[in-house]
Nanobody
Framework: QVQLVESGGGLVQPGGSLRLSCAAS????????IGWFRQAPGKEREGVSC????????LYADSVKGRFTISRDNAKNTVYLQMNSLKPEDTAVYYC??????????????????WGQGTQVTVSS
C-alpha cells in the first residue's frame, strides 16, 4: 500500500509560481504511474498531468500545457508539479495519485488506486 502526502500549496498572485511535492511511503514510486489532479469548489475532479512508469513520458491537460511540469525524484521517492504563470482559474485542491500500471499514463481519476489528502492552491491578487 502506498501512502502519499502532498505539500507546497499556498496563496500566490497571478503570474506567480509554486512547486507541489508528493512524498510517498510504503512503496517505491518508481514502480507506479503518477498523476496530479485538482478539484475546484463546485467542480468535478480534473486531471492535470501524469507520468508513465515505462518510459517516463508525460501528459498534460490543455489548460496547463506549457505552464506546468511534472517530474519525479526516485531517490527521494517524491513527485513534483512545478506550476508557473499561475492563473486564478488554477485555484483548487491539488491531489497526487498512483496507478500500478506499465501502460501509458492517463489523467482519468478512475485509473488511480492511491491518493493523497490534497493541498490547497489559491491564485489571487
Amino acid at each position: 500500500q502506498v501512502q502519499l502526502v502532498e505539500s507546497g500549496g499556498g496563496l500566490v498572485q497571478p503570474g506567480g509560481s509554486l512547486r507541489l511535492s508528493c512524498a510517498a511511503s510504503g512503496s517505491t514510486l518508481a514502480y507506479y504511474a503518477i498523476g496530479w489532479f485538482r478539484q475546484a469548489p463546485g467542480k468535478e475532479r480534473e486531471g492535470v498531468s501524469c507520468m508513465s512508469v515505462s518510459d517516463g513520458s508525460t501528459l498534460y491537460a490543455d489548460s496547463v500545457k506549457g505552464r506546468f511540469t511534472i517530474s519525479r525524484d526516485n531517490a527521494k521517492n517524491t513527485v513534483y508539479l512545478q506550476m508557473n504563470s499561475l492563473k486564478p482559474e488554477d485555484t483548487a485542491v491539488y491531489y497526487c495519485a498512483t496507478a500500478a500500471t506499465l501502460l501509458p499514463c492517463t489523467v482519468v481519476a478512475g485509473n488511480y488506486d492511491y491518493w493523497g489528502q490534497g493541498t490547497q492552491v489559491t491564485v489571487s491578487s
